[in-house]
Every structure is written in structure tokens, then in C-alpha cells.
């Protein structure tokens, strides 16, 4: 039996070169009833409503003032409660003050909550923070807060302020397109201040109704890749991707100059009910170099056996990595159109010929079992970047000229509609493709056997599961430490862990992204995960699979600060939306998937972390957002109570409920 010590030699050498082998790729595939949950969405599906506003002050030297100093104005329009943050590398020095609308100063000795803000899934990466909390009665309006450190010795000190009224007024913000986010094109935000939630974020989401002319203010506040502030106005002009000029939706674009991620913020400020507001959001905007276009053409090539390969012809000459899909029809005995399969995985450009392609494959199985025939089309085609998920190219429809040994696969048809079954089977080869030889599964496995691979998540700088030891039996502790890595690379990191400890079969457990990583890798790639036919093939604790909307507040300080381990795309909730597009409905039934919070009461009568509640939705366990914790297609575990996320919150972390990992530890796959 391969031995877990080796576990934390191996990656600590593979982290340093992030270069591992790739197993080998799933080819997926599903019916027609699954075409509405591959549709790529649109920017609204992942909008961000927020009651907060994310501030930031410079202390400066005074003439005359010995250390640095600085103030600002905090709008107050709740009459119920309102709370700040100050957040700053110097906080301990730090001392603040505070004036009401009428110039009297405010005793803040009753309202401090030390608070910081983790900007890595165990905290060991964070921000300092201080939060002031308010409750009724108080004044409403322009509150002064001053700051100044008296032994700060640098020319300048930045400090990040959080504000929170807790009233119906938000600001509701989304990217302007998916489509066009490349180097040299437009990028940006549309955001509106409203009174309404969002009704649902799945298809045929719509944004909330806007409030008309109570904004009088709005900037969009972009930071680049190279660590450039640019800050231009949004409009409500129908000029600049507003919609309708006047319509209380404003907006405002910048040409990327550069690939990577920008954090972008949009200020709103205005006027509601003679009270004056600001409201903010952060979020993450990936840009990527355009690289690759679909052409249009696409070739069906046949051997004369059951799979088919269709190749997507691409102007890409250069062998980059993507995932694909696309929707398979064909003509039915009446020569009319009718929906086959959905095809999809990760691909690479290959040369074929004078042309280059991305190749995906067909089973016949779904050709016999829609009953259908040649000619075929492709719908509802797209391309997206294998490390945002953000689509590099789509088209709607695109013919397909079938090659090869026609008659063979006429042939082969004429076999398997003769099949039973044929008309309702789904088998494990339509789904996944080819099952490599070495990924036989066995008969005599058992859990005690089947050793037990746990990841931990995002930015960590330990393995939670780690010193909870004693509830798991031969368990494997992934070690990828202080380290910001996309899903896809996250995911092949453990395959290649898996595969040094000499793990021929194993079961996953995931913590907060780890979890996300190892259903990726369960959805794209041939490993001995796919082995275990029994028990729960993976498990998940704390994931975000829907993403976070703290992301970008969490990219905000992390540049501001130069901490942690750098902007997720891929947690954020607009790049977790493009990337459950590509999962497989059979993958999604292997996951098992446990989520915590706070107890589940008034907003400051509970929370885990209150820096964080400032800018999370409700409830939440300090990082992980119920509402985007759960799964849609996979198996809820249930929520527990008065447990976080991770160490030093309010409650005890959730990876340490020795019970929980006793059920986790015996339900494994094996």
C-alpha cells in the first residue's frame, strides 16, 4: 500500500513548476433534455447587489502635524443600522473619529468589533480590520470620520473603508458582455441603484427594476493587470451601453490593454427620500488574448465503428488548450430535424491538414438513440478559455460535412438500433468516451481499501483535514500551499498527487475549492477516481461551486494591500457561472456536498465573520455564501449551524466536526 508521507515531498516540487502530465480526456456527451443547462449565460445571471460601499482614504503628512491624517464622509441613510470598516496594515496605530451630521463627536469606545478580512480559505492570509457597529436610534445623514497615525513614518498610508446601511437601497451591477472580453475591446459595468431583489438567477434572469434620478454620481474605478488605477464616469446617456438614455441604468467602459484580471468598481452616489447614499460593487473582469475564432465549418469523420469524431474548424494555428460543445441534430426518417446529443470536453487545436481543429467526438449511441440520421448540425457552438471559462468564440449554427467510411457507419447504426434499449440506455460510453484499460473497475474493492485523496482550498497555507487525522483512514492530504490556481490547473495538481502516491483507485474529499477542483477534474479527465463504483464518489465541504460575490472585495484589498494570493476568476460569481455550463449532469449526481452558517437570525445577532458579512449574502459560513453553495444536480448533505468556514470566526471551523468526518470517512467511493 502507497504511503501518505509522501504526499507533502511531492508538491511542495510540484507547486514550484505547476507543469504536470495531463491523464487522459473524457469526450462527454448527453441528451437533448440536458441542452438548457449548457446555454452559456449572460452577464445579468451573475449580477451583484450590494447595500455596501467599499471606500478607501490616503493619510498624508500635515504641515504642522506630526504623522499622517486624513477624513472622509460616510453617507448614513438607514435609520436602523449602519456599520463601517476600517481596514489597514497600521490599524493598531491607527486612531479614528467620528462626527454626526451635526458636528458632535460620537463616543466609538461601544461600537468596536476587531474584524479582519481573510483573503485565503484558511485565514492565514488577511487584512486587519476594525468594524463599528451601529444600531437605532441615530442620526441619518453625512457622518465625518477622521483617521490619523502618529507613528506612521512612510509619505503616504492607504486605508479601506467599508460601509453598510442596512435598508433596502442597493446598487445592482453586472458585467456589460461576456462575448467581447479581449485584449484591445471594451470592458466594463452597467449598474443601477434599486429597492427590488433579484427574482432568480438562472435562465431568463432579469435585472431588478431601477430607480430613476436619484443617482447624481457614478465613476467606474478599473484596476489593471499591471496595477494601474483608471477611473473614467459611467452614463446614463444611451450612449455608452446603458440602454435607454434616463433610465436609472448607467454605464461605462475601458479598452483593455493587456490580458488578465481587472477589478473593477462601480461608485453610485445620489439622493433617496432627501438622504444622501453611496453604493458600491467589486467585481473581476477576466480578459483574455484573441486567440481563436470558430470559422463555421465543421467534419464528421467516420472509421466505420461506433464513435464519430467532429471536427470545429478554428483560425488558431497554435496548440492551445479550450473546452468545447456543441449540440448534435440530425434529420429523422421523415428528413426532419431532430435534436441527437449535446458533445462537449477539453480540447486542444491539432493540425488537420491545411486547417486547424478542435475535435470532439460522437457515440452512434445517440445517433440510434434519437432515431436519426445524416446530415448533421451543429448548435448552439462555443469555445471558452480553459483557465476563466470565458467564452473565446460561439456560433449559433454550423453544418457539418461527413467523411470517411459512410457505409461503415451506416452499418454500425443499423447494429445498435436493433439494440432493446436503444431508446432509453444511456451507457457509461455516451457519457464519458472511452474507459482507458488501466481504470477498470473491480469487483472486490471496499472502503477500507480504497484509499481517500483530500483537497484543501483557495490560497490556503495548510490542509484543514490534516489535524482532524484521526477521523480518516488511509487518507491522502493534498499540499498545494499559499497558491492561487484556476480549476483546471487546481484540479490536474491533485490528479498528478494522486498519481505520484501510486493511487491506482480513489475517492475525493474538497474543502471550499478543493471540492469545486475535484468535481472539474471528475467532469474532464480519465483517473483512478473513476474506478470506485460504490459510496459517494466525491465529497465537498464549504464549496462555492456558484462562486463568491466577496471576490472582488476581496481582489480590492488584496491590491490594495499587496496580500494574499492575488484575484479567482474562477470564484468569482460570474466566472462559477460560465464554468457550470460545461458540467456533465452525471458528474453533478456524483457529488455530495455539505454546507455550515451562522445561526440563522438577525444579521449582528450572529454571522461568522462580521468584516465579511458586510459585503456577503445571507447567510453564510464567513467566505462561502449559502445561496452559491449549493449545487443544482448534485446530492445536498443539509446546512449546519454555528459553524464557519475556517479557524478564528465566531464558531468552530466546520472541518472540525469530528462526526460529520466520521460519516464523511465511511461513506467514501470505493
Known amino acids: 500500500m502507497a504511503r501518505p508521507v509522501l504526499s507533502l515531498i511531492f508538491l511542495a516540487a510540484v507547486a514550484s513548476a505547476v507543469v504536470v502530465s495531463e491523464p487522459p480526456r473524457k469526450q462527454l456527451g448527453g441528451p437533448p433534455s440536458e441542452f438548457a443547462e449548457h446555454i452559456l449565460p449572460q452577464p445579468v445571471q451573475a449580477g451583484q447587489v450590494e447595500n455596501t460601499a467599499a471606500l478607501s482614504t490616503t493619510l498624508q503628512q500635515v504641515a504642522g502635524v506630526a504623522g499622517l491624517s486624513s477624513s472622509i464622509d460616510l453617507p448614513v441613510d438607514s435609520d436602523q443600522l449602519f456599520a463601517f470598516t476600517v481596514f489597514s496594515e497600521a490599524l493598531s496605530s491607527l486612531s479614528v473619529t467620528l462626527l454626526d451630521p451635526s458636528g458632535n463627536a460620537v463616543d466609538l469606545s461601544k461600537h468596536i468589533n476587531p474584524s479582519n478580512f481573510p483573503l485565503s480559505d484558511d485565514a492565514t492570509a488577511s487584512v486587519p480590520g476594525t468594524v463599528y457597529v451601529f444600531n437605532a436610534p441615530f442620526a441619518t445623514g453625512v457622518y465625518k470620520l477622521s483617521i490619523s497615525c502618529a507613528t506612521c513614518t512612510t509619505a503616504t498610508q492607504t486605508v479601506a473603508i467599508h460601509l453598510f446601511n442596512d435598508n433596502n437601497i442597493a446598487v445592482f451591477s453586472h458585467l456589460r458582455s461576456y462575448s467581447n472580453s479581449f485584449v484591445g475591446q471594451p470592458i466594463g459595468i452597467a449598474s443601477r441603484i434599486t429597492q427590488q431583489k433579484m427574482l432568480h438567477r438562472g435562465l431568463g434572469a432579469t435585472a431588478p427594476k431601477a430607480m430613476v434620478g436619484v443617482v447624481s454620481t457614478a465613476e467606474l474605478d478599473?484596476?489593471?493587470?499591471?496595477?494601474?488605477?483608471?477611473?473614467?464616469?459611467?452614463?446614463?446617456?444611451?450612449?455608452?451601453?446603458?440602454?435607454?438614455?434616463?433610465?436609472?441604468v448607467w454605464a461605462a467602459t475601458i479598452t483593455a490593454a493587456e490580458p488578465g484580471n481587472y477589478v473593477a468598481t462601480a461608485v453610485l452616489r445620489g439622493t433617496v427620500n432627501g438622504q444622501e447614499f453611496v453604493r458600491t460593487t467589486q467585481q473581476v473582469i477576466a480578459v483574455l488574448p484573441q486567440d481563436l475564432e470558430l470559422t463555421g465549418t465543421a467534419t464528421a469523420v467516420t472509421d466505420g465503428q461506433q464513435r464519430l469524431t467532429i471536427n470545429l474548424a478554428v483560425s488558431e494555428a497554435t496548440s492551445n488548450k479550450y473546452r468545447a460543445y456543441a449540440e448534435v441534430w440530425g434529420v429523422d426518417s421523415n428528413n426532419a430535424e431532430t435534436a441527437i446529443a449535446w458533445i462537449g470536453g477539453v480540447v486542444n487545436t491539432v493540425a488537420d491538414g491545411s486547417s486547424n481543429v478542435l475535435p470532439l467526438e460522437l457515440d452512434l449511441q445517440w445517433v440510434a438513440r434519437a432515431g436519426a440520421k445524416a446530415p448533421f448540425t451543429l448548435k448552439n457552438v462555443w469555445v471558452q478559455d480553459i483557465s476563466t471559462f470565458m467564452p473565446v468564440s460561439q456560433l449559433a449554427q454550423i453544418p457539418v460535412t461527413t467523411t470517411g467510411n459512410l457505409l461503415g457507419m451506416k452499418k454500425v447504426l443499423g447494429r445498435l438500433t436493433q439494440k432493446p434499449n436503444v431508446r432509453t440506455e444511456i451507457t457509461e460510453e455516451m457519457r464519458w468516451g472511452v474507459r482507458p484499460k488501466h481504470l477498470l473497475r473491480r469487483s472486490n474493492a471496499t472502503a477500507e481499501t480504497t484509499p481517500l485523496v483530500m483537497a484543501h482550498g483557495y490560497c490556503a497555507g495548510r490542509n484543514p483535514f490534516q489535524a482532524q487525522g484521526a477521523d480518516f483512514t488511509n487518507a491522502f492530504y493534498f499540499a498545494d500551499f499559499n497558491a492561487n490556481r484556476p480549476h483546471d490547473e487546481f484540479a490536474l495538481l491533485v490528479s498528478a498527487f494522486a498519481e505520484a502516491n501510486q493511487l491506482t483507485t480513489w475517492s475525493g474529499v474538497g474543502h471550499s475549492q478543493g471540492g469545486i477542483a475535484l468535481l472539474h477534474l471528475h467532469n474532464s479527465y480519465w483517473t483512478g477516481l473513476e474506478v470506485p463504483t460504490n459510496g459517494r464518489l466525491l465529497q465537498s465541504l464549504g464549496?462555492?461551486?456558484?462562486?463568491?460575490?466577496?471576490?472582488?472585495?476581496?481582489?480590492?484589498?488584496?491590491?490594495?494591500?499587496?496580500?494574499?494570493?492575488?484575484?479567482?476568476?474562477?470564484l468569482s460569481v460570474d466566472g462559477a457561472t460560465q464554468w457550470k455550463t460545461g458540467l456533465s449532469a452525471a458528474a453533478l449526481d456524483d457529488v455530495f456536498f455539505y454546507t455550515t452558517t451562522y445561526k440563522r437570525n438577525q444579521f449582528f445577532g450572529d454571522y461568522c465573520n462580521l468584516a465579511v458579512n458586510l459585503v456577503l449574502e445571507w447567510p453564510n459560513d464567513g467566505t462561502a455564501e449559502l445561496e452559491y453553495s449549493v449545487l443544482p444536480g448534485a446530492n445536498n448533505m443539509g446546512n449546519t449551524e454555528s459553524q464557519c468556514h475556517t479557524t478564528g470566526m465566531k464558531y468552530a471551523a466546520q472541518y472540525e466536526d469530528d462526526a460529520r468526518n466520521v460519516i464523511i470517512n465511511t461513506n467514501r467511493g470505493y
Open 222 to 248: 478599473m484596476l489593471t493587470p499591471d496595477g494601474k488605477q483608471v477611473d473614467v464616469p459611467m452614463h446614463d446617456d444611451g450612449l455608452h451601453g446603458d440602454g435607454a438614455p434616463n433610465d436609472g
Open 543 to 570: 464549496s462555492p461551486y456558484l462562486g463568491c460575490t466577496a471576490a472582488g472585495s476581496a481582489a480590492g484589498l488584496g491590491k490594495a494591500f499587496g496580500v494574499g494570493c492575488g484575484e479567482n476568476f474562477d
